[in-house]
């Protein structure tokens, strides 16, 4: 859904949507809900609100696939492209830590589906978890140690090799 920069009301625009997205990598399972407010002052554009959906991520521990809800809050604030851009140059621009919620619209309209996608994907954790609780895999024999930890058999006195002659050395302090 694209939205008309010349046509947000002065006193703003609230958008209702429900849109199924489909992102690169599949994720979103939900349909996506979001409530979003657009107030235009000059030329720019602040867009706040919420979107929700369930998304499938992979265990960063166990490697196990689940379901999460995400209730992701928005708050950027878009400038024309062209701002950025000079007269006949394409637009670059390199952003700082204060400008990370802030984003650029072309050739006078928003594409809010796209504004979609991108909050979902910047709301994904770098390290999803199943549960905080999850014990992961074995690193040895890759057994899930959530289901069948009693089917384990490693010890957990392995060594690594190039620590095995600090191992005697903390050996020879002992005696």
Not at 54 to 80: A, G, K, T
């Amino acid at each position: 859904m694209k939205i008309l920069i010349a046509d947000i009301p002065e006193e703003g625009l609230i958008i209702d949507l429900e849109e199924h997205l489909t992102p690169d990598d599949g994720s979103v399972v939900a349909p996506v809900v979001s409530h979003l407010e657009l107030m235009k002052t000059g030329t720019e554009v602040m867009v706040s609100g919420r979107v929700q959906t369930e998304v499938i991520r992979e265990c960063s521990r166990c490697l196990r696939s689940f379901r999460r809800s995400v209730n992701i809050p928005v708050n950027v604030v878009y400038h024309p492209a062209e701002e950025v851009a000079g007269e006949g140059q394409p637009a670059r621009h390199a952003l700082n830590i204060d400008e990370m919620d802030m984003g650029f619209y072309r050739d006078g309209e928003i594409d809010i589906t796209e504004l979609l996608r991108e909050q979902i994907v910047l709301a994904g954790e770098m390290k999803p978890l199943c549960d905080e609780a999850c014990k992961g895999i074995c690193p040895h024999c890759g057994t899930d140690l959530n289901t069948e930890s009693k089917h384990c058999t490693c010890s957990d006195d392995r060594v690594d090799p190039r620590l095995e002659v600090l191992k005697k050395y903390f050996e020879k302090r002992k005696e």
